[in-house]
């Protein structure tokens, strides 16, 4: 038993819930985080099994009765929460956990939870319900390690009552159905803007509605000016985290415009121009705004924040004096009310602002979870089990830029390619794949490809990796007959299936028909093209192709039309993406691959396949069986796991809009847990609930992810492609006009339907005209259209 699952266990006993984290990271392994920490032995042994290095983390709050003021130290940012703490008195003798930066961790009890706050007082923030804290013996990601303090662990020491006057300031009941008002210390804050409009008589009804004494006095509140807020916000920009390619990048500058737009309430257009002029150039690359690609991605991210809602109370950092207080004003309310001419009747009803703010926290909540879980749903899917988790983490140790997700789209298809032919489970499901990785430019596509054809030369199965490049679909056919187990490692496939669509070459204009063909004929006999010479036509028992290819977003959206979407090619294709572009970490550069990595796939490519009865066949499964098929092991599904992929079958169903894109969406995870199984145990693989459920959460996260992202940019840019292809056939005829049936005749990439809302879309974008004669329907673009004697455009 590792010591990271003895301490974990030992933790549950004292009733705190536990998960797990990274080795030597803070970010969770399971697929929901803090909201999957339990005290249940079974489960937190499977998950120490599984990841037997991980971190430990405990739930705080009232899920383990835990309350944690954490006070950090870092020197390199100048923050010192121990001197924060000197404004206060002693804290009470508890529970204490050092920290590896010099700080620590101070554990209490209580009835009357304290609100959670980041930046309570510089270098110390609050931690209660949905935070969760490391525990010892963690690691941290800087080397060093957690520990107890001494005499002051859990298990020697009772928890203390929290103190009070560790208790952040929280909103007065009465504002908390006031738009725009936090309070500091108890005292309402309105960020200026929202004076007008009357917020002064929301505020007063609100006071007069409730238990309050001081009706006819003088009722103080902090405001805020714009000037001031924005002063205020540079400030808080200039303490906070840079953003850091391949280190949380986009997150970082997320959650700054968060805290913009919700912290101090800035509008969109203030929040962009604070990030861009004062965040933005401390960035590790900064976005360049100049690009219009970079500048949307930048805006993006605060229309993104904008509908999070934050478990801090809105303007929460209007309230902090770390950034400079806001001036205090005197007002005298029951003047106001008289000036208006108001009287103090009870009987008006205050603003239901509360109600319309809880249903909108709701919704927004609801984003908020979606964006965490798939973070933590990221950070799982990239710790596989078994052989394929060994060669990812192998692959991520020797990157300059750690790409996880394309270490993981890289190492399925090669043990695909090798267990091809050998293995398939009771419904005949086989083990080829199209694995695709989009990603931006040099962020470190190429490794994978370079270390799996390492792998493959060391396991002496080199054999099966296919060339870099092919002259068409008959090349292909030939190479599949000769290797029937082939893994192509195809650099930027974008380019060839761009190619590909030009249709400039004959050679090339029936790759995409090929291989979908050979994706679906892994379990019975490929029939090739028939010659003239009957001789000539390549018969393939059970062929094994599986392709990793690599692209930037914008050449796989132009080698892939709208058409493709519901032809059924891509539903055979799992897309992998990334859009970071990772700094790079110089490492010392070796040629060697793990001995044992080597040692396991140099035994499944020599071993041969097996018949039902438990003996094996004569010659080895890489041959080529064009007559009969090779024996094979019969893999096992579990009940439970059959469930999990019959689930997933029918939730692609509901997927009305982009049902096409989810057809192979249960064929896809079979073959992802085939290849699992076979790489957790090489003598009986079983397919167990374990690796189902993993499958199918990977065929769903690169699902969602392609039709979120990638389907709007290939519609979009496909679209407007074709406009242009259109107006080009226009404009080659000149000042005599393009008959409709030429342009017919020239776009048979497109259906008529498609065809005339292009050229409706282009006459009203004033790009072409037409006109009538006789029964002949010309368009001329507006350089030629003046020209004609009758100009009469029809609308």
Request: hydrophobic residues 35%; proline residues 5%; aromatic residues 8%.
């Amino acid at each position: 038993m590792s010591n990271f699952l003895e301490e974990a266990l030992r933790y549950a006993s004292l009733g705190w819930k536990i998960f797990p984290l990274a080795a030597g990271k803070k970010t969770p392994c399971t697929a929901h985080g803090v909201k999957d920490a339990t005290t249940d032995e079974k489960q937190i042994r499977a998950w120490w099994e599984r990841w037997p290095n991980a971190n430990i983390a405990v739930a705080c709050g009232k899920e383990s009765g835990i309350y944690v003021v954490d006070v950090d130290v870092d020197a390199e940012k100048g923050i010192d929460g121990r001197k924060s703490l000197a404004e206060f008195p002693p804290l009470p003798d508890t529970i204490l956990q050092n920290t590896p930066r010099g700080g620590f961790h101070a554990f209490f009890k209580t009835g009357n939870a304290p609100a959670n706050r980041n930046s309570f007082r510089p270098g110390i923030d609050i931690r209660g319900d949905g935070y969760y804290v490391v525990l010892a013996p963690s690691i941290h990601p800087n080397g060093g390690s957690y520990s107890w303090g001494i005499d002051h662990d859990p298990f020697q020491r009772d928890l203390a009552e929290y103190p009070d006057f560790m208790r952040p300031a929280t909103r007065a009941p009465w504002a908390a159905s006031v738009k725009g008002v936090v309070t500091l210390k108890g005292v309402p804050i309105v960020h200026e803007p929202f004076l007008n409009g009357g917020i002064i008589k929301d505020i007063t009804d609100s006071i007069f509605d409730t238990d309050c004494s001081n009706k006819s006095i003088g009722i103080p509140y902090w405001v805020t000016s714009d000037k001031d807020t924005l002063r205020r916000a540079s400030m808080y920009l200039a303490t906070i985290d840079p953003a850091i390619q391949g280190q949380g990048g986009h997150d970082k500058l997320l959650w700054a415009a968060v805290a913009m737009v919700h912290g101090f309430q800035l509008s969109d257009s203030q929040a962009y121009d604070l990030l861009a002029r004062e965040y933005n150039p401390v960035c590790i690359p900064p976005w360049d705004l100049s690009d219009k690609k970079d500048e949307k991605d930048f805006r993006r991210k605060i229309t993104e924040a904008r509908k999070l809602t934050p478990q801090n109370p809105p303007g929460w950092l209007l309230d902090d004096p770390t950034y400079a207080p806001a001036q205090q004003v005197q007002v005298d309310i029951k003047g106001l009310i008289d000036k208006r001419g108001k009287s103090l009747d009870n009987s008006h009803s205050p603003l239901s602002i509360a109600a319309v703010e809880e249903d909108a926290a709701l919704a927004n909540s609801k984003i908020t979870e979606e964006i965490q879980r798939d973070a933590g749903e990221l950070q799982f899917l990239v710790q596989p089990t078994g052989l394929l988790g060994e060669i990812c983490s192998w692959i991520n140790a020797t990157s300059m830029c750690e790409q996880p997700m394309f270490a993981l789209a890289c190492a399925l298809p090669f043990l695909g390619t090798l267990f091809g032919r050998k293995i398939r489970d009771t419904l005949g499901s086989r083990t080829n794949l199209y694995c695709m990785t989009v990603g931006n430019s040099s962020a470190g596509k190429a490794h994978g490809p370079n270390q799996i054809r390492r792998l493959a030369e060391h396991a002496g199965c080199i054999g099966m990796i296919g060339g870099d490049w092919i002259t068409g679909d008959a090349a292909i056919e030939s190479r599949v007959a000769d290797v029937p187990s082939t893994l192509f490692l195809w650099d930027e496939i974008g380019h060839l299936l761009s190619h590909i669509k030009s249709g400039v070459s004959k050679h090339h204009a029936q790759v995409v028909s090929l291989l979908m063909k050979l994706y679906s004929a892994a379990g019975t006999i490929y029939l090739g093209r028939e010659y003239a010479d009957t001789g000539k036509q390549r018969i393939i028992s059970e062929p094994c192709l599986s392709i990793y290819g690599t692209s930037t977003m914008e050449r796989f959206a132009e080698g892939i039309s709208v058409r493709e979407l519901h032809d059924g090619w891509l539903s055979r294709c799992l897309v992998f993406q990334s859009n970071e572009t990772p700094r790079k970490i110089r490492k010392k550069y070796s040629e060697e691959v793990p001995g044992d990595i080597a040692k396991k796939a140099a035994a499944w490519y020599a071993r041969g396949g097996v018949i039902n009865d438990g003996h094996t066949v004569s010659s080895l499964v890489t041959n080529n069986y064009d007559k009969a098929p090779p024996g094979k092991i019969i893999v096992q599904t579990d009940h439970d796991a059959d469930n999990l992929f019959v689930t997933l079958d029918d939730e692609s169903r509901g997927e009305s809009e982009t049902s096409c894109l989810w057809a192979k969406s249960e064929e896809n995870a079979r073959r992802i847990a085939l290849i699992i199984a076979a790489g957790e145990n090489f003598d009986k693989p079983v397919i167990t609930a374990s690796i189902a459920d993993y499958a199918c959460r990977l065929v769903r996260f690169l699902l969602r992810g392609f039709c979120e992202s990638i389907v709007p940019e290939i519609v979009s840019t496909r679209i407007e492609q074709n406009k242009r292809d259109l107006l080009a056939v226009v404009k080659k005829y000149g000042k005599q006009g393009c008959p409709k049936r030429d342009i017919t005749r020239k776009t048979q990439w497109t259906d008529q339907s498609g065809r005339n809302k292009m050229l409706a879309d282009l006459i009203e974008a004033g790009e072409i005209a037409f006109h009538v004669e006789g029964k002949t329907l010309r368009y001329w673009t507006p350089k030629f259209f003046p020209a004609l004697k009758n100009n009469k455009s029809h609308e």
